[in-house]
């Protein structure tokens, strides 16, 4: 295994501040048929979505990790470059190669972003905008089998990590399914309050899909008009097969991603 740590960039009085170099353990296989460059980029994409490499760190040079690796440079740029390509590294003139962000892949099963996000060690973060009881609209409605116009509480959630907005969730339940205090909101995810309160979550409906941000979401979850993002809709039932929830979020495709298993039919 190999180490590498960041150069630190130095200064007059007074100092200008820098980013905080990375320190890591790196291997490559030569025997393995997999190509050198994508198993060190594996490797550092791995350490950044498990946070040993946090948003800030320095990766140091191309020719100093080339070095330590035994690797060509041109190997190792191509490590690098395939994560910038990603959205995860940076390249900054007078600064180096810097970590971004990690991006989330979750699983396509029933968890809730605040435990996905936590599993990944990125340290979730809640503003709920919106607690609220309003009449269910036909979509609602039949999402949650109940009548329409029917009284349902309303939860607008803006979920962050490192300080970055990673998704926007509105959320829709029964008004007599459990008390939804804003503060417990805040302080941790809806299916872990569902579960204290002795709901079984057994089954969900879900679609996935993507689209451009309007202007207003763009602000919220700070991109551009027009940005690529994934939405998802899904209805959560419990172990007697009620409906207890219906949500349609948002996430920023830059920051979020869904990964499927899919098998061979026998």
């Known amino acids: 295994m190999s180490e590498f740590r960041g150069a630190r960039g130095g200064g007059y009085s007074p100092p200008v501040p820098k980013p905080e170099s990375a320190l890591i353990d790196l291997a490559v296989d030569r025997s393995s048929p997999v190509p050198l460059y994508y198993q060190l980029a594996q490797q550092l994409e791995g350490a950044i979505e498990h946070g ?20 060509s440079r041109p190997t190792v740029r ?3 470059q395939s994560l910038v390509d990603k959205g995860l590294l940076v390249r900054r003139r007078g600064v ?4 971004v962000h990690s991006q989330v892949k979750r699983p396509l099963e ?12 990125q340290s979730p973060a809640t503003h709920v905008r919106r607690n609220e009881v309003q009449a269910a609209s036909a979509e609602v409605a039949a999402a949650l089998g109940i009548a329409e116009g029917s009284e349902v509480v309303l939860l607008e ?20 399914l459990l008390d939804l205090d804003t503060a417990k909101l805040e302080a941790t995810g809806l299916y872990r309050l569902l579960r204290a309160a002795g709901i079984t979550l057994h089954s969900a409906q879900q679609a996935i ?5 309007t202007p207003e979401e763009g602000e919220l979850l700070a ?3 027009g940005a690529a993002l994934l939405t998802m809709r899904r209805t959560t ?3 007697k097969g009620r409906a207890v929830e219906y949500g349609s979020h948002i996430y920023r495709a830059s920051r979020y991603a869904f990964e499927f298993q899919l098998l061979v039919r026998p």
């Open 157 to 176: 959630r803006l979920r962050s990590t490192y300080g970055e907005p990673m998704a926007y969730m509105c959320n829709y339940l029964p008004t007599d």
């Open 52 to 71: 040993r490499l946090a948003p800030g760190s320095l990766l140091g040079n191309e020719i100093e990790l080339a070095g330590r690796l035994g690797l």
């Open 237 to 239: 039932y419990d172990d």
């Open 78 to 80: 191509q490590a690098i």
């Open 223 to 225: 991109e551009a008009p």
């Open 96 to 99: 180096g190669t810097q970590v």
């Open 209 to 213: 899909g993507a689209r451009s941000a």
């Open 110 to 121: 029933l968890s809730s972003l605040y435990d996905d996000l936590q599993a990944a060690g």
